[in-house]
């Protein structure tokens, strides 16, 4: 086994020992989350990003390529809801991780509550829906850490919601955005 591999699996099982659930997400997602908890939605050292990605077997650019990060001059910093594609259809995201799904989420959820679209896009996440939600509490409880009151309360709406969206989800017609129905998550 290499140096490489073995940095990998023991940062995977001390991301699941510190973070309870967090060694169950994908790669970009668990960068993701330690990225937040270091620096937030500001931007930070390429070189420090890059060591925590190697940790978990990915390279800065796979994170930039998941539509998580902006990486530009030596620096980097995780995308904010709003920049991120409005457009995004997550059965079409050949490189989905469960941050975008949770960050979209919160988005439609911000802006449209449990209505038709957040319920819908809930619903084309399909096995991914219940790691969205474990991701949504992981990220409350980083915000409020890190006392962050205004991004603590878009998680924590969407997990008091999470009920009533589930059951609207279960209701909901596979649809993208042209009203297209869609068969397949």
Same mark, same amino acid.
């Given at each position: 086994m290499?140096?490489?591999?073995a940095?990998?699996?023991?940062?995977r099982?001390?991301?699941?020992?510190?973070?309870?659930?967090?060694?169950?997400?994908?790669?970009?997602?668990?960068?993701?989350?330690?990225?937040?908890?270091?620096?937030?939605?500001?931007?930070?050292?390429?070189?420090?990003?890059?060591?925590?990605?190697?940790?978990?077997?990915?390279?800065?650019?796979?994170?930039?390529?998941?539509g998580?990060?902006?990486?530009?001059?030596?620096?980097?910093?995780?995308?904010?809801?709003? /920049?991120?594609? %409005?457009?995004?259809?997550?059965? *079409? +995201?050949?490189?989905?991780?469960?941050? @975008?799904?949770?960050?979209?989420?919160?988005?439609?959820?911000?802006?449209?509550?449990?209505?038709?679209?957040?319920?819908?896009?809930?619903?084309?996440?399909?096995?991914?829906a219940?790691?969205?939600r474990?991701?949504?509490?992981?990220?409350?409880?980083?915000?409020?850490?890190?006392?962050?009151?205004? /991004?603590?309360? %878009?998680?924590?709406?969407?997990? *008091? +919601?999470?009920?009533?969206?589930?059951? @609207?989800?279960?209701?909901?017609?596979?649809?993208?955005?042209?009203?297209?129905?869609?068969?397949?998550?």
């Amino acid at each position: 086994m290499s140096v490489d591999v073995a940095l990998q699996l023991i940062n995977r099982e001390l991301d699941e020992y510190l973070g309870g659930i967090q060694g169950e997400f994908d790669a970009d997602t668990r960068f993701a989350i330690t990225w937040f908890e270091q620096n937030g939605l500001k931007a930070g050292d390429y070189g420090t990003a890059n060591n925590i990605a190697t940790a978990r077997g990915i390279s800065v650019e796979s994170v930039k390529h998941a539509g998580i990060v902006e990486s530009a001059a030596g620096k980097v910093r995780i995308l904010k809801r709003d /920049e991120m594609d %409005a457009d995004w259809e997550p059965d *079409a +995201d050949g490189h989905l991780t469960v941050w @975008e799904c949770c960050q979209h989420l919160v988005r439609l959820h911000e802006k449209y509550g449990i209505g038709y679209e957040a319920a819908v896009m809930l619903k084309r996440f399909g096995p991914k829906a219940d790691d969205v939600r474990d991701l949504a509490y992981v990220l409350h409880k980083v915000c409020e850490k890190r006392g962050d009151a205004k /991004e603590a309360t %878009a998680y924590n709406a969407l997990i *008091a +919601d999470w009920t009533d969206l589930t059951r @609207e989800a279960a209701t909901a017609p596979l649809t993208n955005r042209s009203g297209q129905m869609r068969f397949e998550v």
